[in-house]
């Protein structure tokens, strides 16, 4: 196994003056054409190594302001209603089948590239009769794994809260999905030549101009609550509170791999609902280059995809850089 790099001094989420979005320290301008002429010289998989180990920090603090969601599951009724909107507002492939085939409840489902949230169903312990429904997404952690574990920081942890990717950073290595504590990040196969990760990302445009999620608002049963965190914090505690018999009295995400801002509270203890509840109150940053460093695929495998995809992406761009200056050349003409 090759040897995982020393860490680097830590990178910091900074405010970007010359953009709504902030950025990380040292980052700016440095996109996947960069990484890749500059691993052709240093060598793939040390390289990888060195920005997966200089992304994780102990700063991404977020900002006090942000906003999340917090879903009630005492209140879903398995309608997908959400995952409806979401794939709509998302441009996604329509499923094979329809957003009222109960049937896909069989199974337990991810997200996916082609659904960004999914719900599923549980048996409820206090109620045979009435099952329990979660829905999935991406979580949007306070200071997230997958942004510490890419190696190309294609990934932004937004003051608004929402945990965004730059797809065309993105180059597939696919380290963001074995960082990330929720399995949430979903890997597009269909684009085998310019592979991609995708998620949810908090429908980021429509809450920046003072919109709510697509999912929260089309929900018919009002189980997603969208607002600043702290506030919605606030208002899990005063339900918690006014009606103990209703609800555990845990808000998960709270603290949760130091928190996240899609939370979540339940009438029964959460582990029955399969959210992991073996993560520690701390962000994940910290565990991130130890657990790669556990994964054998990471720094065996990988060094070879690595050269397979930087070839192959190299053929592409200097076709396209060939057809470029032949348009060029006839422009001139
Ligand atoms: S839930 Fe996973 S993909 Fe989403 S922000 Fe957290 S670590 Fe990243
Ligand atoms: S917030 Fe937007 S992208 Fe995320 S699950 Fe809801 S609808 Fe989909
Ligand atoms: S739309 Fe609301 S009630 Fe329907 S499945 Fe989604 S979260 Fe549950």
Not at 1 to 8: C, E, T
Not at 43 to 71: M, Q, V
Not at 89 to 111: A, I, M, Y
Not at 167 to 173: A, I, L, M, V
Request: net charge positive; with cysteine; aromatic share 10%.
């Amino acid at each position: 196994m090759a040897k995982i790099p020393k860490r680097l001094a830590p990178k910091k989420y900074i405010e970007n003056k010359d953009s709504e979005t902030p950025e990380r320290e040292g980052t700016k301008g440095f996109n996947r054409r960069d990484f890749l002429k500059t691993a052709a010289v240093v060598g793939g998989s040390a390289l990888i190594g060195s920005y997966a180990t200089a992304s994780a920090s102990k700063d991404l603090s977020g900002w006090p302001d942000r906003y999340g969601c917090l879903t009630d599951l005492t209140k879903c009724v398995g309608c997908r209603s959400c995952e409806k909107a979401c794939n709509e507002v998302n441009n996604l492939p329509k499923p094979e089948t329809s957003f009222d085939d109960g049937s896909v409840f069989k199974e337990k489902r991810r997200p996916t590239a082609k659904a960004y949230t999914v719900v599923n169903r549980y048996k409820n312990p206090k109620d045979e009769g009435t099952p329990i429904y979660r829905k999935v997404q991406c979580n949007h952690c306070n200071e997230p794994a997958c942004a510490s574990a890419c190696p190309i920081h294609a990934y932004t942890k937004t003051k608004e809260g929402a945990v965004l990717y730059d797809p065309e950073k993105c180059f597939g290595c696919r380290y963001c999905m074995i960082a990330c504590p929720f399995y949430v990040p979903a890997y597009d196969y269909e684009s085998a030549l310019e592979p991609k990760i995708v998620k949810c990302v908090m429908c980021y445009d429509r809450i920046k101009t003072g919109g709510i999620p697509a999912c929260a608002e089309a929900c018919p049963a009002g189980t997603i609550t969208f607002g600043k965190r702290k506030d919605l914090i606030k208002l899990a505690r005063k339900k918690i509170a006014e009606t103990p018999d209703r609800y555990i009295d845990h808000i998960y995400g709270e603290h949760e791999a130091g928190g996240t801002s899609w939370m979540y509270i339940s009438g029964v203890p959460f582990e029955q609902l399969d959210f992991p509840t073996n993560i520690p109150n701390r962000p994940i940053i910290e565990e991130t280059k130890g657990f790669l460093g556990a994964v054998p695929v990471v720094f065996t495998v990988w060094p070879a995809l690595f050269g397979m995809c930087y070839a192959a992406l190299r053929h592409r761009e200097t076709m396209e850089e060939d057809k470029d200056q032949n348009s060029k050349k006839g422009v001139e003409k």
